[in-house]
């Protein structure tokens, strides 16, 4: 049976919830909290603003890999896809975000994006690791292996 690692958002403790108790709203082991599972298993890229990073990035229960980006940037229009397909294959392992740069100035600034795309993976709500640049999947998975 296959299991997942989710992060709980209170105790930041890493609980190894079985398949098929997903949907049974699990408690942490440690501090005994709900943990909410309601968006982990969309299998789409959550849309993450200056207005919801902490709570969707850095007290995310998952590793995330967020997806800095401009509606005008060509190579991130190429990579836009590659999020999508991404989001479907790890969803419940790895959380995909997408950071419009341009509309959400604040984040941007504070990890110094100054080229899109600009992929940022953060694990127990730190940077990790920056990819800048377009690149082919193959290479965004074994960036992200540690983190799976």
Same mark, same amino acid.
């Given at each position: ?5 989710? =992060? ?14 997903? +949907? ?8 005994? =909290?709900?943990? #909410? ?9 959550? *849309?993450? *603003?200056?207005? #919801?990073?902490? *709570? ?6 998952? +590793?995330?890999?967020?997806?800095? $980006?401009?509606? $005008? ?16 294959? $790890?969803?419940? =392992?790895?959380? /995909? ?6 509309? #959400?100035?604040?984040? +941007?600034?504070?990890?110094? /994006?100054? +080229?899109?795309? *600009?992929?940022?993976?953060?694990? #127990? ?14 290479? /965004? /998975? ?7």
């Amino acid at each position: 049976m296959s299991s997942y690692l989710i =992060r709980c958002p209170s105790c930041r403790t890493k609980n190894r919830i079985p398949e098929d108790k997903i +949907s049974l709203t699990p408690k942490c082991g440690k501090c005994g =909290r709900p943990m #909410n599972m309601d968006d982990i298993f969309t299998g789409k890229p959550v *849309t993450v *603003t200056d207005s #919801n990073f902490e *709570t969707t990035v850095l007290k995310s229960p998952l +590793s995330v890999l967020l997806d800095c $980006w401009a509606p $005008w940037c060509g190579p991130c229009q190429m990579i836009g896809p590659v999020m999508e397909e991404l989001a479907g294959e $790890w969803k419940g =392992r790895i959380r /995909i975000g997408k950071l419009n740069s341009d509309e #959400n100035p604040g984040i +941007s600034g504070q990890f110094q /994006i100054r +080229s899109i795309p *600009t992929l940022l993976i953060f694990d #127990n709500g730190q940077l990790k690791e920056s990819i800048v640049g377009a690149f082919p999947k193959q290479h /965004i /998975i074994q960036k992200m292996a540690p983190y799976l």
